[in-house]
T-cell receptor, first 118, second 119 residues
Framework: GDSVTQMEGPVTLSEEAFLTINCTYT??????LFWYVQYPGEGLQLLLK?????DKGSNKGFEATYRKETTSFHLEKGSVQVSDSAVYFC?????????????????FGRGTQLTVWP | EAGVAQSPRYKIIEKRQSVAFWCNPI?????LYWYQQILGQGPKLLIQ????????DSQLPKDRFSAERLKGVDSTLKIQPAKLEDSAVYLC?????????????????FGEGSRLTVL
């Protein structure tokens, strides 16, 4: 079935450092890929998305490119800020084409805790 | 625009007791999800509704969990009887359009969650 594997954290960086959080996926169809973020005390919210291969999603300085050849969707930011401290979740939205998969089902990775120090 | 509303925000019960969580999705959203998020893990889908019909409940422990969305709007998730391992945050999410088109917009809107502690 469809699944997402996300690098384990926690990740601790100094302000203005470069960030990469790795995410790889397994899917038999053509899923859409997402990064969701959960700030302390808040609900999950969409950070960025890519709906097909080679698409690049971007938002708030974060970027991720949908790489079908490596089945990856790594999250990057060139210069992190203290306000980026949060838990980041990679997610896959199934197109239902694979055996055992369901159209519209969202699969999450385990989450990566990011802490940025000033 | 009002977001996804969930209640209660926090609930503490003893094992073998029952509990119910309520979710009101964003107005007009056809698809509704319940997720379970155990501390340190990613959210796990429990059940997915399309209007008032169940699309996927393969991960719902049906011996103790039940969910309904009778009028295709708000939804209730019930646990009876609760076990210690049910301690988690229960997240409700909704999406604007039906599952046939969801891949194009992709965005799910999440509530703040209901935190359950089972003692």
């Amino acid at each position: 079935g469809d699944s997402v594997t996300q690098m384990e954290g926690p990740v601790t960086l100094s302000e203005e450092a470069f960030l990469t959080i790795n995410c790889t996926y397994t899917a038999t169809g053509y899923p859409s890929l997402f990064w969701y973020v959960q700030y302390p005390g808040e609900g999950l919210q969409l950070l960025l998305k890519a709906t097909k291969a080679d698409d690049k999603g971007s938002n708030k300085g974060f970027e991720a490119t949908y790489r079908k050849e490596t089945t990856s969707f790594h999250l990057e930011k060139g210069s992190v800020q203290v306000s980026d401290s949060a838990v980041y979740f990679c997610a896959l939205l199934s197109d239902g084409r694979g055996i055992g998969s369901t159209l519209g089902r969202l699969y999450f990775g385990r989450g990566t805790q990011l802490t940025v120090w000033p | 625009e009002a977001g996804v509303a969930q209640s209660p925000r926090y609930k503490i019960i003893e094992k073998r007791q029952s509990v119910a969580f309520w979710c009101n999705p964003i107005s007009g959203h056809a698809t509704l999800y319940w997720y379970q998020q155990i501390l340190g893990q990613g959210p796990k889908l429990l059940i997915q509704f399309q209007n008032n019909g169940v699309v996927d409940d393969s991960q719902l422990p049906k011996d103790r969990f039940s969910a309904e969305r009778l009028k295709g709007v708000d939804s209730t998730l019930k646990i009876q009887p609760a076990k210690l391992e049910d301690s988690a945050v229960y997240l409700c999410a909704s999406a604007l359009i039906g599952t046939s088109g969801i891949l194009n917009t992709g965005e799910l809107f999440f509530g703040e969650g209901s935190r359950l502690t089972v003692l």
